[in-house]
Every structure is written in C-alpha cells, then in structure tokens.
C-alpha cells in the first residue's frame, strides 16, 4: 500500500463561502493546493472529486471522475448521492482508509459511462443542447 504520501489536496473556495481567510482555516491553509483555476480545469485534473453539499459532484461525475462525500449525520442535500451508491464518510478514519484504497488503485474508482449517462438523463433529462427549444414548445401549449 503506498498509505497517503503521494496525495495532494487542492480545495475549491465556494464563490459565496470562501474558505481562504477565515481564522479558524489559517492554520491548515499550508496543507492544501487552493484552486485559482475554472471549475473545468479543476474537474478535469482531478483523480477524485470529495463534496459536501453541491453540483460540483453531479458535474464531476459526468466528466468521468470518482465523486465522494463528507456526510453530515442525517442529512442529504445532493441529487447524486440520492441516485447512486457513492461512498459517503461520516468520520476522519474511515475516509482514510478509503483514500488509502483509492491510493492503491484509483482507476477501480472510475464511473462506467453506463452509470455517467444514467446520471445524466436522470439529473438533466435529454443533454442535446436543444432544452431552450423543448422548454419553448412546453410554454406554448
């Protein structure tokens, strides 16, 4: 097992929360990558995607990338996780092992493009680039 010495962390701010700044994040601030990229560029260099609460892991899982999330008890705010058996870590020793996992053999982590186009069609329906004009055809009946 090669543990978690090769894992490099980067966190994207929210736009309407950031993080960077706040007192009680300062002294971690140095452990982690802080993205300045596009949301794009952040998915697409990613091995695994972790989310609380947010389209970021719906958008992460279509691209074809391990979506995972920090649970809080009770509690599920994410239309992927209602659709798909994703891990989901309620403590600090059990995300660990499984990063450890993952570490192992990250690929075994990938979503199959079955699974990426039922997320699709069940979150958005048809991804065509036509959904103005079915919204339009709706409105006018």
């Known amino acids: 097992s090669q543990g978690l010495k090769n894992l490099r962390l980067r966190i994207r701010p929210h736009p309407y929360g ?44 279509i691209a074809g990338r391990p979506v995972w999330r920090w649970a809080a008890q009770g509690f599920n705010g994410s239309a992927l996780f209602s659709l798909m058996p994703l891990p989901q870590f309620f403590s600090v020793s059990d995300l660990r092992k499984a990063l450890e996992t993952f570490c192992d053999n990250p690929r075994s982590f990938l979503p199959s493009r079955e699974e990426m186009d039922r997320v699709a069609h069940e979150l958005f329906f048809e991804m065509d680039g036509h959904c103005v004009e079915r919204i339009a055809r709706y409105c006018s009946q």
């Open 18 to 61: 950031p993080i960077v700044g706040r007192p009680r994040f300062e002294r971690f601030k140095d452990r982690f990558d802080i993205s300045l990229g596009s949301l794009e560029q952040d998915i697409k260099e990613s091995d695994l995607v972790m989310v609380t609460y947010s389209t970021v892991g719906e958008e992460a899982f």
